[in-house]
Every structure is written in C-alpha cells, then in structure tokens.
C-alpha cells in the first residue's frame, strides 16, 4: 500500500481533481458477451468490472427450486490480478460477503413471479479494483439484467460517499477509501427506495444527512447513464 498523503483535500481539490461532489468518469458498455443472456462492462474511474446473465434457467438440484417464482444467485470475484498485490484465487469472507449484499440489493426489483422453479444466476467479475468495485458490481448487474431482458420493477443504482479531512465527499477513490474517516456504500431505485446502505466509520447525524442526499445526488447520476446506454443500445425511450 502507498504511504498515506499528508493532505487528501488540497486548495478545495481533492488528489484527483474532483470537487467534493463529483463522480469520477464513467463508461457502460451494454451486450459486450455474446454467450451470456445478458452483459454489461463499467469503468468508473480505475474500477473495470464486467457483469454476465444467465437465465431464466432450470435450477439443479431441483430440491431448491421455488415452486412460485425464481431464485436469484450473485457471485461477485475479483480476479487475481485485479489489484496491486496479486490476489488469491477463488472466493474469500469479503467475496462472500460482498456477494450476499449485492444480491440482496438487485433481488428486490427483479420480479421472480414471472419464472417459477427457474434460476437467474448473475456473475460479477472485477478486472480493475480502485474502491468502490460492489457499487460498480451492482450497477454493471443491474445493465445486464436489463438487457438479458428479466423483468424488473426498476434498474438499481449505487454509488458511495465518504468523509475525507472531515469532509464529505462524493465517490471515494482508493487512496480516499484507504485513509478516509468514513465510507457508506448505497444503492437505490429511483427516485427513493433503498436497497442497499452500509457504513464503516463514523458520521454526525448531520453529516449522516449531508452525505445521504450526496449519495442519492450521485444514484441519479448513475441512473441517467444507465438508462442512456440502454436506450443506446436499443434505440427505445423508456424508464
């Protein structure tokens, strides 16, 4: 790990650039695999992730099947050479944990009704880790869903903020993630449910507030991008 930069905000700038609420650059690509049933490649900033769907599937074994509707299964990796020490291959507790959470924050929109006994398995692979990679995960899953065709109620979008130098901030890179006083990951459905808010670090009830409305600031932004690369994609106006 690099040494911790004295300053992380410097003359009003944060050490990329940015303004306290501005998202690093962004790039969605819709349909890049031809074997998955749907797909999505993202960068944001240094993150490169891609997203693959497979389904409505028949689940094996079919004792977990769900007679009524769907199951939805989420398996997020970071690939060995993801990041700057070479990574372990296979899945570790963070892997694990980080799996659950995004299923947990894309399974609410997916309406499972429409396949019943079936399964949508959803495959999220970071290629590029710069903090920030299960909020791109989520986003990059959500594109994929979408263009796989599974019905949903609405497309998911994540973001995170952070407090850096006792400021909050939108977006955290990985050295502001590092050596930040705080992180809090959330994802949403426009324009305000929640499917997704953890927190690691410490916010006033203030700052809690502050940095909520920047989130949901930041999801919106998301959302526009997404929805215009599926309209790109299939040239279709709609939510």
């Not at 999801?219 to 991008?225: A, K, S």
């Amino acid at each position: 790990m690099k040494d911790k930069p004295e300053k992380l905000i410097v003359k009003g700038k944060r050490l990329d650039g940015r303004k306290m609420d501005e998202l690093r650059p962004i790039k969605i690509e819709v349909g890049v695999l031809k074997r998955a049933d749907g797909s999505c490649y993202m960068e944001l900033g240094e993150n490169k992730v891609m997203a693959a769907v497979y389904g409505p599937r028949e689940v094996h074994p079919r004792h977990l099947q769900e007679a009524t509707k769907a199951i939805i299964r989420y398996r997020y990796n970071m690939a060995s050479f993801s990041v700057e020490e070479r990574k372990r291959p296979g899945p570790d507790r963070r892997s694990v944990e980080i799996s659950k959470v995004s299923r947990d924050a894309i399974e609410p929109v997916i309406i499972k009704e429409c396949f019943p006994k079936a399964a949508v398995d959803i495959f999220v692979e970071v290629l590029q880790a710069d903090a920030g990679t299960r909020t791109a995960g989520i986003n990059a899953a959500s594109v994929a869903l979408a263009d796989a065709g599974i019905p949903m109620k609405g497309l998911v979008s994540s973001c995170a903020v952070g407090k850096i130098d006792g400021q909050i901030v939108l977006d955290p890179m990985k050295e502001e993630d590092n050596y930040g006083e705080a992180d809090m990951p959330i994802a949403m459905v426009m324009p305000d449910k929640i499917t997704l808010l953890q927190m690691d670090g410490c916010f006033t009830q203030d700052e809690f507030k502050q940095a909520f409305e920047l989130a949901k600031k930041g999801c919106e932004q998301i959302y526009e991008m997404q929805r215009q690369a599926l309209i790109e994609k299939y040239g279709v106006e709609g939510k």
